[in-house]
């Protein structure tokens, strides 16, 4: 079936643009993440949902940084003002039912260039 | 301040050798293991996982080792084959916390070579 996917796969913007991530999770699945991984680093957590609530926001880097998620499904994340420090590979992962020991599935990423 | 550590940026092996990728963590709440591995201009794939009840978890030619006290935990891939060179990332949670948040550390880029 069709796996997680994520929109746009790349994304070049100037400095102080709002840019809106968009992850579409496997159907069906009620837990999503999103993380990112900038340049030479592991990936970082950003924020998660289980259905259209978000329980854990303790990732977001700063109050620029928000998301959503409607229907229990698609997930926008929001960067406004965007700064060069926010360029980064933005992924979502989604997982049924959300436990933490569910694996978690990987869409391909956005990658975020902030000129 | 990192919780999950893979001190190894790179790691080269010969087709048919085994692979060893090792990773330390911190954070004693860290019950859960993963390892991903992750090709070019995709997303992580899962590969493996151990429980902190277990010490060892075999998957065909990956396992697992995980040592408690030592905080550390090693991927073993035997044989090594070309299609295996990608990044791979050790990750951690906290079962306790009842759900997945996963600390990744920064991976370490296999290159098995024919």
């Known amino acids: 079936g069709a796996g997680v996917s994520q929109s746009p796969s790349n994304k070049v913007t100037e400095k102080g643009k709002d840019v809106e991530l968009r992850c579409d999770p496997i159907s069906g699945h009620t837990a999503l993440y999103w993380y990112r991984q900038s340049l030479g680093q592991g990936l970082e957590f950003l924020i998660y949902?289980?259905?259209?609530?978000?329980?854990?926001k303790s990732g977001l880097p700063s109050d620029r940084f928000s998301a959503e998620r409607t229907g229990g499904s698609v997930s926008t994340l929001t960067i406004q003002r965007t700064q060069q420090e926010d360029s980064a590979v933005y992924l979502c992962?989604?997982?049924?039912?959300?436990?933490?020991?569910?694996?978690?599935?990987f869409g391909p990423g956005t990658r975020l260039t902030v000129l | 301040d990192q919780q999950v550590k893979q001190n190894s940026p790179s790691l080269s092996v010969q087709e048919g050798r085994i692979s060893i990728l090792n990773c330390d963590y911190t954070n004693s709440m860290f019950d859960y293991f993963l390892w991903y591995k992750k090709y070019p201009a995709e997303g992580p794939t899962f590969l493996i996982s151990?429980?902190?009840?277990?010490d060892k978890n075999e998957d065909g030619r990956f396992t697992v080792f995980l040592n408690k006290s030592a905080k550390h935990l090693s991927l073993h891939i035997v044989p090594s084959q070309p299609g295996d060179s990608a990044v791979y990332f050790c990750?951690?949670?906290?079962?306790?916390?009842?759900?997945?948040?996963?600390?990744f550390g920064k991976g370490t880029m296999l290159l098995v070579s024919p």
């Open positions: 151990i429980s902190s009840i277990k």
């Open positions: 949902f289980q259905g259209n609530s978000a329980p854990d």
């Open positions: 992962a989604s997982s049924f039912p959300g436990l933490s020991t569910d694996t978690q599935y």
């Open positions: 990750a951690a949670s906290a079962i306790s916390s009842g759900y997945s948040t996963l600390t």
